[in-house]
């Protein structure tokens, strides 16, 4: 990066905190500090939404996956259209007519106080968990590759955050959001562009999707009914419909963004915004790791993205073995390539024997160049065997530094910055309302003024900022980022979730009958996960019937108890 | 957030009901599911 890049990354990032700071300066009571102004846009909620989910994992890592493993991932979110309309339809009117703060009062009126604090304490213990790894996250790759410190990086872009949003509240996070949003979109259609025009000369977009798809990379639906495989319709549809009905309806960060809208029909849209626009999304940002994909055919990659690790494990490793994998992928590479211009001359010339023979020989020599990617990753494996060598974090901003004109590198380095800050803040938000009213308001301290509670709010939203800058200084993550934070929600969403559908549609299932089947149902959910390998979206779903079908068994078995000592 | 809506209008040109939006936006969520599902035919 150089002056210019810097120039951008610093002046955007100051200037839209600097704006939200100064536009929502002043006293606010509790409902405006919580929910904002009341009178929030349905476009404002739909990419305070979008800018909520999508973090920088999503932007940084996303790539990676379209780079290794192709499109498949999209399917994650299959469901997320048909959740949307879902909460639209069943969990917004409801909010609404309560005129609740959070999620988890809705629970408290319909069962009792203990339900509510379970369904909030799964919601802070979950999200304060991954609001360490949102920040995390973006900070390790960034500080990585840019050669800034690790704790710097944390700390700067930590602080940043927390002061927005602590000063600003809800309105603070909705303004900043548009922004950010902005520059995000402005950031991945850059990289589009300057990707497409970094091709090689003579390959046309259909050529480029022809080489993809040839290395299996457009894989987008998989229909197999193997539950073991990650990504399949079925998965996506079921798993990933639970998930994002959990995700978009019972998490506080979410539910907030929407009840800020001025009226149902603004949050509706707002939703179905998302409705529509989230999966291209994904497509998209997919699509241009299996560009990098096809680009890094013919301009050869690094071995290993991840250069810094690179660099400080040549010592650990035997002299010259390193450099010999290097000059053999190299080697590998050159060899490929000349195999993928005789199958592009070929299909240019109308020769589908000569295409045939030439797309065989060019998968034999990607073979060549994948065995010496994978054996330099068990090498560097066995150098470090308390780190699994895993790159493809580092696959997208590698490719920005060495082929991204400047200028363009600031931007996108700021998109990654704003999509950071932007989930970031969303989830300081929620934890900040949940903890003051859940918590606070509900256990600690029931009857103060409505000024006592915006300073405790913004206290706790402080506080949870500082045990998120504290948690991603000292983790230490070697999974696939988004992995990471899918897998963590998967694992808690479920039984929320279950916790939210008893409470709409099993009218006779009381507290006390929700609460204890929450719990067991969470303990088997661990259970399962610590000895199943089936794909994490399916716990979503395993977490949420579990919890409801104990919820029905539990009060069959009160109810029979009741009648039993009344006859008695 | 201010009272709910108590009609079934979305106060949109058109679809003028909520069934009509959520009608049109299954549409383009399954619009897309075929093109990613003829786009992996296609390369495969």
Known sequence: MNALDYIILVGTMLAIATHAIWSTRGPRDLNRYLKGACGTRWLTIGLSVMATQASAITFLSTPGQGYESGLGFVQNYFGAPLALIVIAVVFLPIYSRLKVYTAYEYLGHRFDPKTRLLGAGLFLLQRGLGAGITIYAPAIVLSTVMGWRLDVTIVASGLLVVAYTVAGGCDAVNLTHKF???VIFAGMVAAFVVLLARLPAGLTFSDTLTLAGGFHKLQAVDLSLDPDRRYTLWSGLLGGMFLALSYFGTDQSQVQRYLSGGSVRESRLGLMFN???????????LLLGVLIFVFYQFERPPVYFNK??????????????LAALEGAFTGAH?????????????RHAGDPAAESAARTAALAAYGRVASIRAETKSVLDAANPGARANDTDYVF????????PHGFIGLLVTAFFCAA????AGELNALGSTTTIDVYRHLVKRDASDAHYVVASKCF???WGLVAIGFALFANLTENLIQAVNILGSVFYGVVLGLFLTAFFLKRVCGTAVFWSALAAQALVFALYFSLSISYLWYNVIGCAACMAFSLLLQTAIELGHRGQQTT | MTEPDKDDSTGLPWPRRWAGVYGLVLVVFVAWVVLLAVLTRMFS
């Open chain 1, 397 to 404: 901003i590698t490719f920005i530094l060495d082929h991204v």
């Open chain 1, 421 to 424: 800050l932007s989930s970031k």
């Open chain 1, 461 to 463: 939203t402080a506080f």
């Open chain 1, 180 to 182: 950010q949003m902005g």
């Open chain 1, 334 to 346: 050159t060899a490929e390539r000349a195999q993928l211009e005789a199958w592009i001359k070929a």
């Open chain 1, 308 to 321: 810094a690790a690179w660099n400080s494990e040549t010592s650990r490793v035997a002299p010259g073995r």
């Open chain 1, 275 to 285: 409705a529509v626009f989230k999966i291209p999304l994904q497509f998209f940002i």
